[in-house]
């Protein structure tokens, strides 16, 4: 369906066409019309189907932009979605000039506060910090008409149940409530039974996101082959914009270092980097400063970028959700894209349960030999010397060029040309990965599936209670505060070198 169906306005309208939005996702297109009708909703869908839309564009349709008071409040899990999430609002209601403030926590509180004083008509904030400002009267909620809680697993996971409740009690009952969460445990549901008024259901379910925009492969490998194939499946492949998941901190540190020093334009995060260093990192890749981001699956939670084509599975997850929330961040905005796990042998019981999980049977594929990746890499260095000559002016150069046609071979020129634009003698660098611990064998398809021990969704910590802060624990230790991003990131508006067929980022090489 066309977002012109679906009854939007024309500053809307305006700015989804120049965002590259042609259609409706299935979330957008049965959720918008539930909410410019004014319904309460639930909406079940996985990360990555356009939820931000869905309920950001009847909020900006119907915000009134000469009232200065807070009209909207959107909650969100982490500082990296609700800064994802404040600047989609500001791009999609640009010409309607509606203002939207975010506010998480680990920033100068004071510097928000300024901010707030521009009277924004929507917020956006993760839990804790919201609670210091509605506490400090810098947020007032008395004229609120949107209430919406963006990923609300996430937040239950995360501890901040209480919070959440809190923060419902504080805004005017005469109201509209949008919950959307991946999944829908008992308590979630609670939260729409106890705080919501006969809420309209909207449920998309996840074999959508994994079967129609992503093709899946495997490649079965012993643990010390996985870096030399990825990087030779990168050459073949040629991928616009790659992420890289591995289990550990320490993974990710290696394999973006082995990447750097074999040429690639690769960089990770995790954790334990500064929010800083993260923010900083988030930008190049969204801006396509960057070709490949390597990342933890909690580093990666609520990442929204749009162009990445390709997910490698450098490691297998343990937990089949987590590989949903994997390749869940390609095949996005219907884009194709493209997902390769790679699978030790003693992992293929892990495969098996995904396959269950996503109802899809993935492909095996043949790593490709040296001379495979040298050949792409050719194909590469072909395809930019194509663009070269059709977008730049050559008529300057054209006493230049007959100099040397004069003294050199056209073909060695060429050659040249061909070599400058190939990886050189670092693409043959030895890179060690140290092994990772192995996941511990799957009995029957069961045994222990469910435990979470070691890695997938071992942030839960085994229960929700805030009590002691036990459901947080771990996922505070890979996230730093609250399991908050600090992420200044920039849009990809069509500026990019990825844009317009390039698709690799060389340069010319001095000697």
Same mark, same amino acid.
């Given at each position: ?175 509209? +409530? ?63 914009? +790659? ?269």
């Amino acid at each position: 369906m066309k977002f012109a169906e679906l009854g939007l306005n024309k500053d809307l309208l305006k700015a989804i066409d120049e965002s590259g939005y042609e259609e409706a996702t299935p979330i957008q297109e049965q959720t918008i019309p539930l909410v410019l009708a004014g319904d309460d909703v639930i909406g079940q869908a996985q990360t990555g189907t356009g939820k931000t839309a869905a309920f950001g564009l009847p909020i900006l349709d119907r915000i009134d932009t000469e009232n200065p008071n807070v009209q909207a409040l959107i909650v969100s899990p982490t500082r990296e979605l609700a800064i994802q999430t404040q600047e989609e609002l500001y791009r999609l209601g640009k010409y309607e000039r509606a203002r939207v403030q975010v506010v998480y926590g680990g920033a100068d509180i004071r510097r928000q506060i300024n901010s707030l004083k521009n009277h924004p008509q929507i917020v956006v904030g993760t839990p804790g910090r919201l609670l210091d400002h509605i506490n400090r009267k810098t947020i007032r909620l008395d004229h609120v008409q949107t209430l919406v809680l963006d990923e609300a697993d996430e937040m239950l996971d995360m501890g901040f149940l209480d919070d959440i409740e809190s923060i419902i009690k504080m805004v005017p009952e005469k109201r509209q +409530t949008l919950l959307f969460s991946a999944t829908m445990p008992d308590k979630i549901r609670r939260i729409g039974i106890q705080f919501m008024s006969a809420p309209k259901e909207v449920r998309i379910k996840a074999k959508e996101l994994t079967t129609d925009l992503v093709d899946q492969f495997y490649v079965k490998s012993k643990e010390y082959e996985k870096f030399d194939l990825m990087t030779r499946l990168f050459d073949v492949q040629d991928p616009d914009l +790659t992420i890289v998941f591995g289990r550990t901190k320490r993974r990710v540190d290696e394999l973006s270092k082995g990447l750097e020093a074999r040429g690639y334009n690769a960089a990770g995060i995790h954790g334990d980097l500064t929010q800083q260093r993260r923010s900083q990192i988030l930008k190049q890749f969204r801006d396509g400063k960057l070709d490949i981001l390597v990342a933890t699956d909690v580093a990666a939670r609520g990442l929204d970028i749009s162009g990445v084509t390709h997910v490698y599975n450098y490691d297998i997850p343990q937990d089949p959700e987590s590989y949903v929330h994997r390749i869940g961040r390609t095949g996005r905005a219907g884009h194709h894209g493209t997902s390769l796990t790679f699978v030790t042998p003693n992992e293929m019981d892990y495969l098996r349960e995904i396959e269950k999980l996503t109802k899809v049977r993935m492909l095996p594929l043949k790593p490709p030999s040296a001379a495979e990746a040298f050949a792409g890499q050719l194909a590469a260095a072909e395809n930019t010397v194509a663009e070269l000559v059709e977008h730049a002016d050559t008529d300057k150069f054209d006493q230049e060029a007959a100099d040397l046609l004069a003294h050199y071979d056209a073909n060695d020129l060429v050659a040249a040309l061909l070599s400058n634009l190939t990886p050189g003698d670092e693409h043959d660098v030895p890179v060690h990965i140290t092994p990772e611990r192995p996941l511990p064998r799957r009995h029957g398809g069961g045994g222990g599936g469910r435990s979470r021990n070691g890695g997938g969704r071992n942030y839960r910590g085994g229960n929700n209670s805030r009590n002691g802060h036990n459901s947080r624990s771990s996922r505070e230790r890979e996230n730093g505060n609250r399991g908050h991003y600090d992420h200044r990131s920039g849009s990809r508006n069509g500026n990019s070198s990825r844009n317009g067929g390039g698709k690799r980022s060389y340069s010319i090489k001095h000697n």
